[in-house]
């Protein structure tokens, strides 16, 4: 396989996987009542940290919970991932979201268009309020991407998620590295315990971080994260100018993975309360748009050119 080859598949990886993330998070702040929203979408995406302690032992380089070489490395050669993966994207295509019309007994109102409208006040005449609804539905202008992208609470949050999608980015691919130096000289496997210090916490503290929004609000879970991150997140130097100590490595990730959680665990769900739900589309593809700029910064301007020019300690600073 050619670098060519792998990159033109990063390409269409990474555009299939921005569709994914912008429908489903569409779906759920459609799905979920704004006072849900934040604990709904939290556990949705600890599906996505369970995914990195799941995958990392199935891949050749980094391990969790398995021998150095990777179970489908190991096993089936070079090709084993990939075609797990493309049978897990065939069951996914297969698979359809529930109707949540159905389970939910009762009709949400951001599906009844215009032409529908009268039917459906027929069918809701006793319950006042959804009919309010869905008048001011029937009024309501969906705005235009560029005047989304010019909203101050746009602005805000993307360059809150800039800040966090860079900063989560910067330590994965230069931790590994630092620990294989002399000073820890961590194999692939043991480099693999490691990480579950960082992937672990990810998947508790994202629903409590959604919780904690739902019951009290964007400020006081996203203002605790940021704090955490920029103290810990320094405090990572530790490990290049203090003696080797495996628990105090493990504490600094705990802390500073638990940091990032509450830190992103707010942008997500604040972006539904922001807009209209006929631009839920639109508003999560800016946050897609977004978090991608943060995973180009981290791993090259924050991360591995400075980890390769400066070291481990300039790099954290």
């Known amino acids: 396989t050619s670098w060519w080859m ?14 994914t993330w912008t429908l489903g998070l569409s779906l759920l702040a459609d799905w979920f009542p704004p006072e849900e929203i934040g604990r709904a979408m939290s556990i949705a995406l600890s599906a996505y940290s369970l995914s990195q302690a799941v995958g990392p032992p199935l891949e ?18 070079y090709y084993g991932s990939f075609i797990l993966c493309g049978v897990l ?5 297969i698979d359809k979201p529930p109707n949540h019309h159905k389970v939910q007994n009762e009709i949400s109102v951001s599906h009844v268009v215009d032409n529908e409208a009268s039917v459906e006040l027929e069918k809701l005449e006793n319950n006042a309020l ?14 235009s991407l560029f005047s989304l992208s010019t909203k ?7 360059a809150l998620t800039i800040c966090f999608g860079s900063v989560m980015t910067s330590v994965e691919p230069t931790l590994p590295l630092f620990l294989a130096e002399p000073k820890y000289n961590m194999n692939s496997q043991t480099i693999g315990f490691v990480f579950i210090a960082i992937v672990l916490p990810t998947i508790v503290m994202g629903p409590v971080g959604g919780m904690i929004y739902d ?3 964007f400020m006081k879970v996203t203002i605790p994260g940021i704090v955490m ?15 080797e100590s495996v628990p105090m490595l493990a504490v600094l990730l705990v802390f500073f993975s638990v940091g990032l959680s509450l830190f992103g665990a707010s942008l997500i769900p604040e972006l539904s309360k922001c807009v209209k739900q006929v631009s839920f589309g639109k508003i999560y593809g800016l946050y897609s748009m977004y978090f991608s700029i943060g995973t180009i910064v981290g791993p090259t301007l924050l991360g591995s050119i400075p980890y390769q020019y400066l070291g481990w300690k300039w790099q954290i600073n």
Do not use: M, W
Not at 131 to 139: A, L, V
């Open 6 to 19: 792998l990159s033109v598949a990063r390409v269409f990886q990474g555009i299939s996987g921005a569709a």
């Open 60 to 77: 050749k380089r980094v391990l969790i919970f398995f021998y150095e070489g990777g179970i489908l490395y190991q096993n089936t050669g």
């Open 89 to 93: 994207v065939i069951l996914d295509l």
């Open 130 to 143: 959804v009919i309010e609804e869905i008048e001011s539905r029937k009024q309501e202008k969906e705005l």
């Open 152 to 158: 101050s609470y746009t602005l805000i949050i993307g």
């Open 215 to 217: 019951k009290y609000g």
């Open 229 to 243: 991150t920029i103290i810990f997140t320094p405090l990572l130097v530790l490990l290049d100018t203090q003696p």
